[in-house]
């Protein structure tokens, strides 16, 4: 597993460098409803750890800017089609991509291979620009009544899934894995961080949240914590999990 504290987005920050983030995917990007977003989290974490006060600490300067360009309902390719708009003109150090269950939606006629190849492309025009990008994996979806609406997408979401895996390689974000343990474990305590079968509500957003955070090695002041404890007690539960699967043996005496 990389170690995202060592992007070149925090070495510039050392060198006293101003510096991009930027946010691109869908709706599970897009600020579509009330509440603190998963990116706002990643944007706290910035600032708390890299932010400069003056010695009077009447002036400070935050050396992340940060910026959002989900829009919902986007497959890769759409992404590509908007990226000289959207992504170019800002030249991102860091681009945190959440993309590809769009194309797993039958009726978008995204094929796989198209998928992977329109992952790599944005990838590779990222890293024109001078900029790295973090893949994220979707969350576990709500399969069971996703298979209720839309049977083909469902099929298909865990092969989309796998496909965004392939192109990340080391530099993933892999939220699906530990979603789908909690789903398997207890699918009541999941679906209260859902909004619907394929949207997080505010409390899935501050477990997705903070788990990136803590890939980037940020952390929230404490005297946030209060105000996200159920968010924090869901991160815990899928550490738990994830403890007792990682001390499972391999093999199992019988």
């Not at 060198?15 to 600020?31: D, K």
């Not at 994996?137 to 392939?166: F, H, M």
């Not at 999941?190 to 940020?218: E, F, Q, S, T, W």
């Amino acid at each position: 597993m990389k170690d995202f504290s060592q992007l070149k987005v925090f070495q510039r920050i050392a060198a006293g460098e101003q510096v991009r983030v930027m946010a691109l995917g869908s709706s599970n990007t897009e600020r579509f409803m009330v509440g603190t977003h998963w990116f706002d989290y990643v944007q706290i974490g910035f600032t708390h750890k890299f932010r400069r006060w003056t010695q009077d600490r009447q002036s400070v300067d935050n050396p992340a800017l940060f910026l959002n360009a989900g829009i919902s309902n986007h497959t890769t390719a759409e992404l590509l089609q908007r990226f000289d708009r959207d992504v170019s003109p800002f030249s991102p150090d860091l681009l945190i991509l959440t993309a590809g269950i769009n194309d797993a939606n039958p009726s978008r006629a995204v094929k796989l291979q198209q998928t992977k190849s329109n992952l790599a492309e944005l990838r590779s025009r990222v890293e024109q620009l001078g900029g790295e990008v973090i893949f994220q994996t979707y969350y576990s979806a709500d399969i069971e009544a996703l298979q209720k609406t839309s049977p083909g997408w469902a099929d298909n979401y865990a092969l989309y899934t796998e496909a965004i895996r392939l192109v990340a390689g080391d530099m993933l974000n892999d939220n699906h894995r530990r979603w789908e343990r909690l789903r398997k474990s207890n699918v009541r305590l999941y679906r209260l961080l859902m909004r619907d079968p394929l949207h997080i509500n505010p409390l899935g957003n501050a477990v997705m949240g903070l788990d990136l955070m803590r890939r980037l090695k940020l952390e929230l002041p404490d005297e946030n914590l209060p105000w996200i404890r159920d968010g924090l007690f869901a991160q815990y539960s899928m550490d738990l999990l994830e403890e007792k699967e990682n001390n499972e043996p391999s093999h199992p005496q019988k």
